[in-house]
């Protein structure tokens, strides 16, 4: 077992693969902050150049760069309310509270210490006990998956919403809106209006890029047009402002540590994906705390428990990967491609034919979160001076960012028409107090309880008590069960205090 | 700085695409393969190896870019409508010329806008069960279902994909009483499969070759033409009196009507690049194998398999048309 250790070290930690892990959280966090483009997009135009390289390098740039990204798309989030990637979306209630009260720095440091120590969770699980969490994971089928989703679905639904009508209509539009495509069991048309492009569905980045990019550009210059003299947020030149202090990251550990074991769930479970975490993550941060009234005007473990449960994604959904061949998030099926190319083919087998490149491999992960506390520091520092750039000449720029973006996912012309369709239906949604980032969690829940719920029937041979029978899908059922009633407890309680 | 950052990141993917020195007449620029697979898969990852070689062998770039979705139609339609210069090419399966195109409208006429240029590699299927599941044989997992009518569950990795026919085709022939459940993708369909959820699955083997090595799969029945060089003990389907096999390779097309002369060089070329040593051993470490196979007897097959899997998508109730 040493000498494997000793061996994976001496192969691993070279000053290449380091800075190859380095280059990749600079690259991620870089495009993950910039509206509109992402991390998987960047770990897709890396794969090519990375084909020549050796192994060990190309994949810690690889998961360099997608950690980055994670983390990267809440840069844009806290200090334009626009997220870079989709499981950003959460952090941008609080995040963007903050910046708007001149504390974009504290809100910034608060979501890298999150997100870092939530990585760092999420790699020890992999490296220490990944037979165990695969295992787990496989016992997740179909009909415990529906059920998750659902109990995951229910707790989303109000989330960044003024009232719960209002989450669950946006919820409501969002599940509508991902039936368009190709039914996943029959493979029918439906809502695709003859539109082949529409028959792989509606373009999630696309979707997301003009939802929650596009339309809070849309409305800022609405805000800019009414006061001309809108010349970007004012920071304030209080230092205790623009960090976080050792008391304000303890009192936020309980959330992160819950949030850590979510996200490192959600990462192990293939296909549940971290916008899922994000969101869940931030949900229970509020039901959990003792004062929920300051979510949304700028609580840190707002930004704590999105962050925290979405880099927590990364390292578990190597688990899958690494252990079984089957990767758990889509930014894991490219880096599977990297193992592949360089003839790693993933399953049981990798750890025991390649364990040095394995071991190798969670070094140089452990290393690099610690690269994440440094390299985002300067994106930091750009960041800060961005938003006091007038908006006249900002939002331009990220306009275009966004068409690129959009085109950027497939090519193709038609997602950035898709992208403006749904800015324009962002803002409008954001006028009437209805969610966006509701509408997409239902969008990217949706379809998967619908898939998940017909596979589960045709297991059973139509037979609906599987959701039951089965212990864990019962226990997800009983939850929501219990979700709903207690939310229903409450708002009857409200209404009666509020009539006495 | 975002655009410096973009300017410089599109010079560094230029410079290190574009390293081929001009040829005489054709190719005069780079080639253009749309893998019509997503980045990372066993399409993507053979035919980015092969095009490789084909680079060096053609004396300019083939610049490999992923446009996947929709059982890979949407790859093929994109060279359908590409100029037949012969400076657009991709990369297609079985399915999306000769089974999808029977079940929905796709934009092209698969035999009349396409030429398949060459066809690269066979891929390899089987029937698997889990590694601790009941039944060693073909045999005995028949009999099972026999006994147990109703009850037995098969994966596949979507309705109308060939995992999914010729499994049901396999049950029409023997009368079998079982369910079908599609899932989203091989990758699922093996979780499924690994986690107990379903009995069985059609996969490719190259996807499951680890776990099979493992014990943690057991393969039944080799759907493909030939035996797995992994599992060398497991019966074909004709060995078992079958008379159809799960035929479907991984082909090079083109919008049709591209020069002859093009048409022939890229064709020789992927045949050095699936004949290579080099790409046999890298391709091979993912039990992958490259078998090339001229592109007009690849048509003929083609169009024979269209006739052969149309009447069986009229019986189980998915042709549309």
């Known amino acids: 077992m040493y ?18 892990a380095a280059l990749g959280i600079f690259l991620g966090s870089l495009l993950g902050a910039i509206p509109g483009l992402n991390g998987t997009m960047a770990i897709a135009l890396l794969i090519p150049i990375t ?40 952090t941008a209630i609080d995040g963007y509270a903050l910046t ?26 992999l490296m220490l006990v990944a037979p165990p969490i695969a295992a787990m994971a496989l016992m997740f089928g179909p009909a415990e998956l529906a059920m998750l989703i659902i109990f995951a679905l229910v707790v989303v639904s109000d989330t960044g919403s003024g009232s719960q009508v209002k989450g669950l209509m946006s919820t409501a539009l969002g599940v509508l809106i991902a039936t368009v495509g190709l039914d996943p069991i029959t493979t029918q048309r439906r809502f695709t209006f003859g539109s082949l492009e529409l028959d792989a569905g509606i373009g999630l980045l696309a979707m997301l890029i003009g939802l929650l990019v596009m339309s809070e550009v849309l409305i800022q210059m609405e805000e800019g047009w009414k006061d001309v003299k809108s010349r970007g947020i004012k920071q304030s030149t209080n230092p205790a402002d623009q960090r976080v202090s050792w008391q304000e990251f303890k009192s936020c550990i309980g959330t992160i540590f819950r949030s850590s074991c979510l996200g490192s769930f959600c990462g192990a479970l293939p296909g549940v994906g971290s916008v899922t975490a994000a969101f869940i993550g931030y949900d229970q941060a509020k039901k959990m705390s003792k004062n929920p009234d300051e979510f949304g005007k700028g609580s840190l473990k707002g930004i704590a428990a999105p962050e925290a449960a979405n880099n927590a994604v990364c390292g578990t959904s190597l688990i899958p990967l690494i252990t079984l061949g089957i990767p758990g998030a889509l930014s894991a099926a490219v880096i599977m491609g990297a193992f592949m190319i360089h003839g790693l083919a993933p399953g049981p087998m990798l750890m025991q034919e390649h364990p040095a490149t394995i071991y190798g491999l969670f070094m140089i992960l452990i290393v690099s979160d610690f690269f994440m506390l440094i390299i985002p520091l ?19 720029i990220i306009l275009i960012l966004c068409s690129i973006g959009a085109y950027g996912t497939h090519q193709s012309l038609f997602e950035v028409k898709v992208m403006v369709l749904f800015g324009i239906f962002g803002y409008f949604l954001k006028k009437w107090g209805l969610s966006p980032a509701s509408l997409l969690i239902a969008f990217i829940l949706g379809p998967m309880i619908e898939v998940y719920i017909r596979q589960a029937l045709r297991i059973s041979g139509g037979d609906p008590t599987v959701f039951v029978t089965k212990p864990i899908a019962g226990f997800f059922l009983f939850l929501t069960l219990l979700m709903i009633s207690w939310t229903v407890y409450k708002n009857m309680k409200n209404k009666n205090s509020n009539r006495e | 700085m975002k655009r410096i950052f973009f300017s410089m990141l599109g010079v560094v993917l230029t410079l290190a695409l574009c390293t081929s020195v001009m040829a005489a007449d054709y190719p005069k620029k780079p080639i253009k393969l749309i893998i019509n697979f997503s980045a990372g898969g066993t399409t993507d990852t053979a035919a980015r190896l092969m095009a490789s070689k084909a680079t060096e062998v053609l004396n300019q770039a083939v610049i490999c870019m992923n446009k996947k979705g929709a059982g890979g139609t949407l ?26 195109p ?20 066979p891929y390899e299927y089987a029937i698997l069960v889990r590694g601790d599941a009941p039944w060693n044989t073909w045999e005995d997992f028949i009999a099972y279902v026999k006994e147990n009518p109703g009850k037995v569950t098969y994966g596949s990795v979507g309705t109308g994909t060939t995992n999914h026919l010729v499994t049901a085709r396999i049950g029409k022939e023997l009368d079998l009483d079982w369910r079908h459940v599609p899932f989203q993708g091989g990758v699922k369909a093996t979780a499924a499969l690994l986690g107990g ?42 060995e078992k009196g079958f008379g159809f096999s799960q035929i479907s390779y991984m082909s090079v097309v083109a919008p049709a009507g591209i020069p002859e002369e093009a048409r022939k ?43 052969e899997w149309g009447g069986l998508l009229k019986e189980l109730g998915v042709k549309v048309q």
């Open chain 2, 197 to 238: 959820h379903v009995d069985v699955i059609n996969n490719t083997m190259a996807s499951v070759v680890s776990s099979v090595r493992a014990g943690k799969i057991k393969a039944l029945l080799i759907t493909s033409e030939n035996r797995f060089s992994a599992t060398p003990d497991v019966p074909t389907m004709k």
């Open chain 1, 51 to 90: 084909y020549t390289w050796t192994p060990l390098f190309a994949i810690s740039m690889l998961v360099g760069c997608w950690k980055g990204s994670v983390y990267g798309g809440s840069i844009s989030a806290i200090l334009l309310n626009a997220p870079g990637t989709p499981e950003a979306a959460p």
């Open chain 2, 75 to 100: 790859g093929v339609s994109e060279v359908a409508r590409a100029r037949n210069d012969g400076y657009t090419i991709g990369t297609c399966n079985m399915p999306a010329v000769a089974i999808i």
């Open chain 2, 102 to 121: 029977q079940i929905r409208e796709v934009p092209y006429k698969p035999f009349e806008d396409l030429i398949q240029v060459c066809a690269l590699m």
């Open chain 1, 3 to 20: 000498e494997i250790l000793i061996e994976a070290a001496s192969v691993s930690l070279t000053v290449n693969n380091l800075f190859g």
């Open chain 1, 100 to 125: 708007k009260q001149g504390k974009a720095g504290k809100a910034l440091k608060m979501a890298l210490f999150a997100s870092v120590t939530a990585a760092i969770f999420s790699d020890s699980l």
């Open chain 1, 378 to 396: 300067p994106l930091m520092k750009i960041g800060q001076w961005i938003i006091s750039v007038p908006r006249s000449y900002l939002f331009p």
């Open chain 2, 265 to 307: 060089m890229i064709s020789d070329a992927f045949k050095v690049a699936a004949e290579d040593k080099g790409v046999i051993k890298s391709t091979g470490k993912l039990d992958l194998h490259p078998k090339f196979m001229d592109g007009k007897e690849y048509q003929t097959l083609l169009e024979s398999l269209a006739k």
